[in-house]
Structure formats: structure tokens, C-alpha cells
């Protein structure tokens, strides 16, 4: 089993900046990929932004240019600097831990971005 705590979410007027991490522990020996998603109310989960073991990384277009996810592999943490905030940002992120061929998820927190 592994286990996922996220960290960092929080209310932020637009324009400002946030860092979620994401710690994972327990048997972890075939980490594939650390990520974020998030959620916001009525619609359905999406992608973030997502580091896989290798270091390469995947971003949604809507936070190209704003968002940067980085990593301790040292500490199993996956970190999500989030810049130049918007209204539409809005959301519970989540994150994702991909060890070998399961999923495990964090019980989210929520980020508010007012206007």
C-alpha cells in the first residue's frame, strides 16, 4: 500500500502564487508517476500536471506558462508551484501516485482563487 498527503492548498486573491506537495510513502518500488489533478465542482477530474519517473513532465494548456511541478525523489514529494493565479483555477487538487501498475490518490485540498 502507499499512502498520499498533499499539503499546501489555501485561499489566494488572483494574480498570486500557491505550492501544493504531495508526499508518498510505504511500498513504493516501481514508481512510475507523480502528478496533480484537480476538480472543480460539476466537472469531472482533469490532469494538471504530471512528472513521470524519467523527469519528463505533462501539463495541461491551461497552465502552460504558470504552473511548475518539481520533485525530491529522495523523499517520494512531488511539488506543484502555482503562479499568476486565476478565478478558473479554482478547484480541489489531488494528487496521483502511480506505483507500478495501481493508482493511489490524496484526499485533495482545495485551492480558491478570488477575483
Known amino acids: 500500500q502507499v499512502q498520499v498527503v498533499e499539503s499546501g492548498g489555501g485561499l489566494v486573491q488572483a494574480g498570486g502564487s500557491l505550492r501544493l506537495s504531495c508526499a508518498a510513502s510505504g511500498s513504493i518500488s516501481r514508481l512510475a508517476a507523480m502528478g496533480w489533478y484537480r476538480q472543480a465542482p460539476g466537472k469531472q477530474r482533469t490532469l494538471v500536471a504530471r512528472m513521470f519517473s524519467g523527469g519528463s513532465t505533462n501539463y495541461a494548456d491551461s497552465v502552460k506558462g504558470r504552473f511548475a511541478i518539481s520533485r525530491d525523489n529522495a523523499k517520494n514529494t512531488v511539488y506543484l508551484q502555482m503562479n499568476s493565479l486565476k478565478p478558473e483555477d479554482t478547484a480541489v487538487y489531488y494528487c496521483?501516485?502511480?506505483?507500478?501498475?495501481?493508482?493511489?490518490w490524496g484526499q485533495g485540498t482545495q485551492v480558491t482563487v478570488s477575483s
Open positions: 496521483n501516485v502511480a506505483e507500478g501498475w495501481s493508482d493511489y
